[in-house]
């Protein structure tokens, strides 16, 4: 592998504070304000064992315009802010609560954003100003069963009938559903003759006659959002409200989600900046023997590789932002490094911290272990990290990405973008006789180093680009372990499986949740 910290001089000098330009005066005051009322009227730990979110937050979050901090004011909202200054108030969100964050971020970037680019002026008229007021709260239903990662294999229909459309399907783990007042669904388009024809997304009132809500999902972490199931049964729904075109629901919500992507990014370093601050502050205070635990070799470089990961974090987000809101076409590649690079150092992060704190750390009261299993939802939402690592190693390694041109051009990083087709020229040729019984551990690997090289383009700090130059040759090492290995699994591995622990499901009777057959509507 090539030492690209000689990159960094002539890269760095390309990068000025233009690249990440000041924070607005709206979006600071909306920080200062976080950081007060955190202190006074929000306790986390009750949020997450009432696994509810108190009303109050909800009014005073919209009274302050929070969600919904995009919306024009010619169309009811109160902040207008940037792409770049929303971020930086998810991000502050997220340093006090990773739950408050997700659901602040999902009503602005999933459900508002949607109707804001795409939606007919009749639903901007109809929805914007309460939703910017925080009067009503916005869902996204997407994701299905039997359509996860995939969105395209969602089974959810829309027929045309009498000019409108009739949907019926099923929808799960839909963020703030059961709250909204507003909904964007998506479904597979099907003619009058029921033949598919694309994709369609609706944005519609969440009480419309058919919709009925589902159970909530008993979450392991973010609890104190409402994830539930929707259930479409014969839901009419008229044309106006439709989101972009008929037959091209994909791309709405294919741009929803690519924000989203730097939506979650944006959440996680919050909380990399939340745990770092509190083992920094641990290490400063803990004696062990006759020193502070910060002075330990040890600790110092976990506390330093924790703070390069988030300064590099920072620079990776916040220089995508800015260009978004420059009108700078960023490559999907882009947003999926964010969120799997981003999410995955959040949890390294966490992990670190706790082990920093020993038994401390363990102990709910002291914040890290809800931090944790907040932070492992991240991994998995807006797509798990192995399948975004797949899809951008594909794209870098078998089409002409315009990823390549992005680094030379708009980042800035010629050498960066040089290095990393060099990289790439070479684990090519490195893996070409494992490539055809290994591409995804090829693909995945590929993926990762794309992604850490865009990371390094953002940022001119050395201690950065210097761990960033050391994950680089981790990857790289490791799948060349991991192609070695032998990946063929035994026939008899389910019958050693089942002999070592038990093929056990636990059928003990559960509570009665169901109400009386005697006391529903209809009696049958």
């Known amino acids: 592998m090539t030492n690209t910290t000689t990159q960094s001089a002539t890269d760095a000098g390309r990068k000025n504070d233009q690249r ?17 009322y955190a202190n006074k009227r929000i306790n986390s730990r009750l949020i997450d064992e009432r696994r509810c979110i108190p009303p109050y ?14 919306v024009p004011v010619s169309l009811g909202g109160k902040l207008e802010l ?30 508002v954003q949607p109707i804001l680019k795409f939606a007919t002026p009749v639903v901007h008229q109809r929805f914007l100003s309460d939703l910017a007021a925080g009067r009503k709260i916005a869902s996204f239903a997407l994701t299905e069963p039997n359509a996860g990662s995939n969105p395209l294999a969602i089974e959810s229909t829309a ?46 009132p969440s009480d419309l006659k058919g919709i009925r809500q589902g159970p909530e999902a008993l979450t392991t972490g973010v609890r104190g959002m409402v994830q539930n199931s929707i259930f479409f049964e014969n839901v009419r729904i008229e044309p106006e409200h439709v989101l972009g075109q008929p037959g091209g629901g994909f791309a709405v919500a294919s741009d929803a989600m690519t924000n989203g992507r730097l939506g979650v990014a944006a959440t996680c370093i919050g909380g990399m900046w939340r745990a770092l601050q509190l083992a920094d502050r641990y ?44 009108g700078i076409s960023v490559p999907g590649e882009a947003h999926a490094a964010a969120k799997a690079l981003c999410s995955e150092w959040l949890w390294e992060i966490v992990d670190a911290a706790i082990q920093m704190l020993g038994g401390r750390g363990y102990v709910e009261t002291n914040h890290l272990a809800q931090l944790m299993r907040d932070a492992r939802i991240t991994r998995l939402f807006e797509g ?10 594909k794209r870098v390694l078998d089409t002409a990405s315009p990823l390549f041109d992005y680094l030379h051009t708009n980042l800035g990083a010629p050498e960066t973008a040089a290095a990393l087709r060099n990289q790439l020229d070479r684990m090519r040729e490195k893996w070409q006789s494992s490539f055809s019984s290994a591409q995804n551990i090829c693909y995945a690997a590929a993926g990762e180093v794309a992604a850490l090289h865009i990371a390094r383009a953002c940022t001119e700090e050395r201690a950065c680009l210097l761990w960033l130059d050391a994950r680089i040759t981790r990857v790289v090492e490791g799948v060349g372990r991991q ?35 005697y006391l529903k509507r209809d009696f049958s």
């Not at 005066?25 to 007060?36: G, N, T």
């Not at 937050?57 to 995009?70: E, H, T």
């Not at 340093?95 to 999933?110: E, P, R």
């Open 20 to 36: 990440r330009p000041q924070i607005s005066q709206h979006a600071q005051a909306c920080i200062s304000w976080l950081r007060d």
């Open 57 to 70: 937050i909800v009014l005073d979050f919209g009274n302050q315009g929070l969600m919904a901090m995009m």
């Open 82 to 111: 940037s792409l770049y200054d929303t971020l930086k108030v998810q991000r502050q969100i997220a340093a006090i609560d990773l739950t408050l964050s997700f659901f602040v971020g999902s009503n602005n970037i999933l459900g």
């Open 159 to 204: 027929q045309s009938v009498n000019g409108g459309y009739v949907l019926n399907g099923t929808k799960m783990w839909s963020g703030s559903a059961s709250w909204s007042s507003v909904m964007n669904v998506f479904a597979k388009q099907l003619s009058p003759k029921g033949t598919s024809i694309g994709h369609i997304a609706f944005c519609i």
């Open 283 to 326: 290490a400063r205070r803990r004696t062990i023997g006759a020193s502070k635990l910060i002075e330990s070799d040890l600790a110092a470089a976990r506390i330093a590789s924790m703070y390069a990961a988030t300064k590099a974090a920072d620079s990776l987000v916040d220089t995508l932002a800015h260009d978004i809101d420059k």
């Open 384 to 393: 798990p990290t192995d399948t975004l690592y797949l899809y951008i190693g």
């Open 483 to 517: 192609l070695s290995l032998e990946r063929v699994l035994p026939a008899t591995i389910l019958e050693e499986i089942n002999s070592a622990v038990g093929d056990i499901e636990q059928m003990a009777a559960d509570e009665d949740h169901f109400l009386d057959a």
